[in-house]
């Protein structure tokens, strides 16, 4: 019998042939060191698989088991391909003489439920009287990493490709290690650094407080965080978002600390942009109502503070709108931008000039304690706006009313300083425009007056206060009452008569307007029919077309001509008077809706001409009939004087225009000379009549005299 091997014990073992063992020798070898050697392999981190001679599972360790998914009772006697399909090819090659004795391999594993894992390992074969039998020793090749492992290899990659700067400091401070992102961040190289205290990167924009704050923070509470200027390698500065966070070890000592670096220049741009945005005008750049209400409320405290006086100019430009709507809003918006510019021009660095919108623009003169530097203030603000403004091709001449109102003699509260000196601004338009004028407790009282009006007006019309006075228009050359205008007059009940220039402009502020206007139109070609049907069927009367009435939806067109239908008047019985400010505004296509009256038969006249802009080009432009001279002309004409030889051109062009003519406000005989001389078509004053009641005009047209005044001397 052959001398027992070591392999013949160790396949006995394998077999689990233990009755052959106990029968072999008790060599140090044979039995109980194999037998411990099976038992470590339980402990092994490998798998270890060996077969028997048939080529079957012969034993596998706790590895094996884990790594195949087999339990060893249920493994063992298997074949041994059914684990390892590819082993024949490995067991053909240590057949191989030339081949070594054990040979590394990599092959695939495959489980129970079939499915395959590559593995390394090495297998060797064993000799034993019973045959060759092998040792298989393995590890999945590829073998998940465990969930630490993972993390770590994250938090490297995050580490290494992230856009925030980072650097690991000892416990001491001294750099350890900095991320790529630093590099860029500093444009400094990892080398220049690396194994430096941390506080070569200080910047020259914190002082050492501030470092010393930031540090005593990070001991304190294991971190901080802030703005903080970084400094790169050229010098240059930038803000970034610091934060410094500390990790500890198992002892409780600091082991790492942790900066992390982010850019914050872009988002502070956008901050800047945005904040911008929100506080300044866009178009002139200067602060807005936004940032002029801050600046108020700030110059309110600290003239409380100081015991001293804030000044609040409140501005409008007079007539801005005339020029937006005649030479366009680029032309409009240049002139802005200049008086914007000039008004910087006129204060004190540490004033502030603000666009509150549109032409309205206020002055905070900070710490101002005489009256006297105000005025010079306002009188150069006045002079600096009246001089010609150079634009493109353009030159415009505008100027100004200034509202002043005084912290604390007027007002404490900003709203109520603002209102003041809005209120005094109107004053200043009122007493007309070009000139500073300054609040006053009356100024407060008329404001109270105006709201006051504006709530009794909501009535007055329900309530029917309002009634038309009738001014006769007389045909000069002939001297008979040719027309008439219809003038609305409200009787109040408390305050009697009031007229239309106070309570007008309140109805067109509301929107009033519309439904009063509405009222005068019924209400005059109801007496236009009666008068046109009793005493002159030419008659006309003129009725008087707020702007606000064609804004918007414009006139109810169809709503009038009803009420003519109704009425049975022809169009031709009524002349609707507008200004010229319509003509301009470009929001209302005034064209068209002039046109809709002509369609029905209503003539159309320019009221108060040569108050406004009076370009003369618009009244070939539109279709209008009559040409009203404003009063202000006739009440200076003199014989050879600027305003006849005004009147006189008007009158010539309105006829090769193909319009007639109208002077308001003629009062004296000389002036009705002069206006008859010149050619003018029709006049109206209280030369001929005041406004009538309508009985009074009544027994005028019945009486049916010639108006014209030396007929009156005459016949009187
Ligand atoms: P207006 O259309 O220019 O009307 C002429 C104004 O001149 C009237 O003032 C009239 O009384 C006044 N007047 C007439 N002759 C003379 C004169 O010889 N000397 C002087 N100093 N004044 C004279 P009134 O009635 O106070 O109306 C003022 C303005 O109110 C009107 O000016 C018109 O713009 C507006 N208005 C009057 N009625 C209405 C209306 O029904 N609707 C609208 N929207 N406005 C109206
Ligand atoms: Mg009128
Ligand atoms: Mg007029």
Same mark, same amino acid.
């Given at each position: ?14 077999? &689990? ?16 060191? @194999? ?108 073998? =998940? ?15 290494? &490709? ?18 790529? &992102? ?17 506080? /070569?990167?200080?910047?020259? /924009? ?34 970034? $978002? ?18 992390? %670096? ?57 007539? %801005? ?180 220039? !106070? ?15 509405? $009222? ?10 009666? $008068? ?20 918007? =939806? ?15 008047? !022809? ?30 038969? @209503? ?50 062009? &309105? ?57 009156? /001397? =005459?016949?009187?």
């Amino acid at each position: 019998m052959p001398q027992n091997t070591a392999a013949d014990t160790f396949s006995h073992v394998l077999t &689990a042939d233990t009755a052959a063992i106990r029968k072999m020798p008790r060599s140090a070898l044979d039995r109980s060191h @194999i037998l411990a050697l099976l038992r470590l392999g339980d402990f092994a981190r490998d798998a270890f698989l060996a077969t028997d001679p048939q080529g079957c599972v012969a034993y596998m360790n706790r590895a094996a088991e884990r790594l195949f998914g087999y339990r060893r009772r249920s493994a063992l006697g298997l074949p041994v391909a059914d684990l390892l399909p590819d082993i024949q090819m490995f067991l053909d090659r240590l057949e191989d003489p030339g081949e070594a004795s054990s040979i590394a391999w990599r092959s695939t594993g495959r489980r129970p439920d079939q499915s395959t894992f590559s593995l390394v390992g090495a297998v060797t074969p064993m000799l034993g009287l019973s045959g060759r039998s092998f040792l298989c020793l393995m590890r999945e090749r590829n073998p =998940e990493v465990s969930d630490d492992e993972r993390q770590a290899r994250l938090a490297s990659l995050v580490y290494r &490709a992230t856009s925030e700067g980072m650097l690991v400091l000892d416990p001491k401070g001294f750099i350890l290690d900095v991320n790529p &992102a630093f590099v860029r961040l500093r444009g400094q190289h990892e080398s220049e650094v690396i194994g430096r205290h941390v506080r /070569c990167l200080n910047s020259s /924009c914190h002082d050492r407080d501030f470092y010393r704050g930031m540090w005593r923070g990070v001991l304190e509470t294991g971190r901080w965080q802030g703005e903080h200027w970084g400094q790169r390698k050229n010098g240059e500065l930038y803000p970034e $978002w610091l934060s410094i966070n500390t990790s500890y070890a198992e002892d409780g000592e600091v082991y790492r600390r942790v900066m992390i %670096f982010s850019n914050i220049a872009e988002i502070k741009r956008a901050e800047a942009i945005i904040w911008k945005q929100a506080n300044f005008d866009k178009l002139t750049d200067l602060p807005n109502r936004q940032m002029f209400n801050d600046r108020l409320e700030q110059s309110i405290r600290k003239s409380k503070r100081g015991n001293t006086k804030t000044c609040l100019l409140f501005l409008d430009l007079d007539r %801005f709108k005339e020029i937006n709507d005649t030479l366009g809003h680029a032309v409009g918006d240049e002139l802005l931008k200049e008086a914007a510019r000039r008004l910087n021009g006129c204060v004190r660095q540490n004033d502030t000039v603000a666009r509150l919108g549109g032409d309205e623009f206020t002055v905070l003169l900070d710490g101002i304690d005489e009256a006297r530097d105000v005025e010079r203030v306002t009188r150069k603000i006045l002079r600096r706006l009246s001089e010609p403004f150079h634009l493109g091709m353009e030159t415009v001449f505008i100027s100004t009313s200034i509202g002043v109102t005084f912290y604390p003699d007027d007002a404490t509260e900003a709203d109520v300083l603002l209102n003041n000196a809005d209120q005094a601004m109107y004053a200043a338009k009122a007493e007309g425009r070009n000139r500073s004028c300054y609040f006053t407790a009356s100024m407060q009282e008329q404001a109270q007056t105006r709201m006051r009006l504006v709530n009794d007006l909501h009535v007055a019309l329900d309530q029917k206060q309002f009634f038309l006075a009738y001014q006769p228009i007389i045909e000069l050359s002939t001297g008979r009452i040719a027309k008439a205008e219809a003038l609305l007059r409200w009787n109040h009940p408390v305050r009697g008569l009031i007229p239309p220039a !106070e309570f007008v402009p309140l109805a067109e502020e509301t929107g009033m307007i519309r439904d009063i206007g509405d $009222w005068v139109f019924c209400e005059a070609t109801r007496k236009a029919r009666d $008068w046109r049907r009793d005493y002159s069927d030419g008659l006309q009367l003129s009725v008087n077309i707020s702007p606000v009435q064609f804004r918007h =939806e414009g006139i109810d067109l169809g709503f009038w001509l009803g009420h003519l239908d109704t009425l049975g008047l !022809e169009g031709r019985g009524v002349i609707i008077e507008i200004t010229e400010g319509i003509l301009l505004d470009s929001a209302v296509r005034i064209d068209q809706q002039i046109a809709a009256f002509h369609q029905a038969g @209503i003539q159309v006249s320019l009221d108060d001409f040569g108050t406004g802009y009076s370009s003369l080009s618009y009244l070939g432009k539109f279709s209008i009939d009559y040409l009203k001279i404003d009063q202000s002309f006739v009440a200076n004409l003199r014989p050879q004087g600027p305003d006849l030889a005004l009147c006189e051109a008007v009158i010539l062009l &309105a006829h090769k225009l193909g319009l007639k003519v109208v002077a308001e406000g003629i009062e004296t005989h000389a002036q009705y000379e002069l206006l008859a001389a010149a050619g003018c078509d029709f006049g109206q004053g209280f030369l001929f009549s005041r406004p009538l009641s309508a009985a009074g005009f009544e027994a005028l047209l019945s009486g049916g005299r010639d108006m014209r005044p030396e007929r009156a /001397c =005459e016949s009187g």
